[in-house]
């Protein structure tokens, strides 16, 4: 069974379009995490939700919104993609708010704006 | 600024030949130091937490220790499947927010047979 599940794998658009990642954690987590590894390998956090309210949001383009229908899934939309846009994006869970250490990543998503 | 800088960025060993990656931080408030594993391809993978100087972890071939102004990991006689990105982050309190985590670039590990 996989914990912590991205859709899609790699996802490739042209500059302009509107694109949503989605995200769904099977673990029975309260807390959910959207962060960004760009072409230099830095990892830094964009959001986070505790049992659907937004507790963490970083210093990100208003382009970025997250959605958190239930506190099993947490979806990334991004409006009017730019090329610095690309970069890997994961989404990751854990039990409790600010439990870093027990976090569980997703796969990744592969961004690739042209 | 904040800051996590690791070194070396890249590092090929022998297996079995033993040797440290390094983890300096220049924040302020620190609540905690984790150590991740990244296989290509793959999210990270929680390995340790670290939260006072003086305090050391151990898995398998893994230890983690910390001080006031950096953290090492060392590996003792790596093998090939030790092989990926190693992670550093940090949890610091900045101006009474205990939320912000911040990730060093890591350093490629590479362990040849």
């Known amino acids: 069974d996989t914990a912590v599940s991205q859709t899609p794998k790699y996802l490739v658009t042209q500059m302009g379009n509107d694109k949503s990642i989605k995200c769904e954690q099977n673990?029975?987590?309260?807390?959910m995490y959207w962060y960004k590894q760009d072409s230099k390998k830095f990892l830094k956090i964009m959001f986070s939700?505790?049992?659907?309210?937004?507790?963490i949001n970083e210093t990100v383009p208003n382009r970025f919104s997250p959605k958190s229908p239930d506190k099993a899934h947490l979806n990334l939309h991004i409006n009017s993609l730019e090329l610095g846009d690309s970069a890997v994006y994961f989404c990751?869970?854990?039990?409790?708010?600010?439990?870093?250490?027990?976090?569980?990543f997703g796969p990744g998503t592969r961004l690739t704006v042209l | 600024e904040d800051q996590v800088t690791q070194s070396p960025e890249a590092l090929r060993l022998q297996e079995g030949e033993s040797s440290s990656l390094n983890c300096s931080y220049t924040?302020?408030?620190?609540?905690?130091l984790f150590w991740y594993r990244q296989d290509p391809g793959k999210g990270p993978e929680f390995l340790f937490t670290l939260y006072s100087a003086g305090e050391e972890k151990e898995k398998e071939r893994l230890k983690a220790t910390l001080t006031k102004k950096e953290s090492f990991l060392h590996i003792t006689a790596p093998k090939p499947e030790d092989s990926a990105t190693y992670l550093c982050a940090v949890q610091a309190d900045i101006m009474n927010r205990d939320d912000k985590i911040i990730f060093g670039k890591g350093t490629r590990l590479h362990i040849l047979p």
């Open positions: 990751a869970s854990s039990p409790s708010k600010l439990s870093y250490n027990e976090q569980f």
């Open positions: 939700y505790n049992n659907k309210e937004l507790i």
């Open positions: 924040v302020s408030g620190l609540r905690g």
């Open positions: 673990l029975g987590h309260d807390t």
